[in-house]
């Protein structure tokens, strides 16, 4: 009986949003999600996430060519991804300054540059994806922006993957724009 102003989906749950918002139909928010999860499975055991209690600025500090920023959840919490040896190096360097933080226990590196392969194989499985334009306002994750929908095409699900999670730029978008009740 819920019905929202907006929405905005992080990560994997923007493929629901984008359903919710009318610019995906349900078989196709299940084609991409179908095939994620199998193109994932090549990159399984290659990459790791840790979630990081840090601004976006100060988890930046940490990235280095195998570490990268992966999210930006909130002004004082974000995600890192990368290999897992250099994202337990960071972790012990964490520790060490008394930096809360948590191995997200994934097996793989989304929203960074080993999901490379991940994105080429996603694009070429969702090409003749035609998103329609939103029924109801939707916030790109992607672009941190209001989004018009036609935008969802096989390329964004692509860059969704391997760029990062500019969810704190959303909300506050959303805020900006004049929502002030969020529901998770």
């Known amino acids: 009986g819920i019905e929202p102003a907006a929405v905005v989906g992080q990560s994997l749950g923007e493929i629901a949003a984008a359903h919710v918002a009318g610019v995906l139909s349900l078989t196709d928010a299940i084609r991409i999600v179908a ?4 193109l994932m499975q ?18 930046a500090r940490f990235t280095n060519g195998s570490v990268w920023l992966a999210a930006s959840n909130s002004p004082s919490a974000s ?20 930096i809360h933080h948590r191995d997200l226990g994934l097996p793989y590196a989304s929203h960074c540059p080993q999901m490379a392969p991940v994105q080429r194989g996603l ?3 969702l090409r003749g994806l035609q998103p329609r334009a939103a029924v109801l306002s939707i916030l790109s994750t992607l672009t941190g922006r209001l989004a018009e929908g036609t935008e969802f095409d096989a390329a964004y699900w692509g860059r969704q993957l391997r760029e990062p999670v500019r969810f704190v730029e959303t909300i506050n978008t959303a805020i900006d724009r004049g929502h002030e009740v969020f529901l998770e």
């Open 35 to 38: 095939h994620r999860g199998r």
């Open 42 to 59: 090549g990159v399984r055991g290659l990459g790791a996430m840790l979630a990081v209690e840090l601004g976006p600025e100060d988890a």
């Open 79 to 98: 995600v890192l991804s990368g290999e897992a040896p250099a994202l337990k190096a960071v972790a012990a360097s964490l520790l060490e300054r008394g």
């Open 123 to 125: 694009e070429e499985a």
